[in-house]
């Protein structure tokens, strides 16, 4: 942001990167002036990235179709004997 006739104007800011220390930033101005970098806060979440969930879903469906073949529920050819 840029001080200049008594307001804050808000300035086309351009983050770089950053380091253990310090965040980067380039901005573009018309002209110098006392100047200041504000920010706000995210209010957004991480999410869980897609391919974890994917994975999570596949391995529970073959959980489930184990345990269907271990109790006998689900089976291929002809039917187990009645116990």
């Not at 380091?19 to 110098?32: C, K, P």
Request: aromatic share 14%; glycine share 6%; hydrophobic share 45%.
């Amino acid at each position: 942001m840029r001080h200049h006739n008594s307001e804050w104007q808000e300035l086309p800011t351009l983050y770089l990167s950053e380091d253990s220390n310090y965040a980067y930033f380039e901005a573009r101005t018309t002209g110098l002036s006392t100047f200041a970098i504000s920010g706000e806060k995210s209010t957004e979440t991480p999410g869980v990235p897609w391919i974890i969930v994917l994975f999570a879903m596949i391995a529970a469906i073959a959980i489930v179709i184990l345990a269907l073949f271990k109790t006998g529920i689900l089976y291929f050819g002809t039917k187990p004997p009645e116990k």
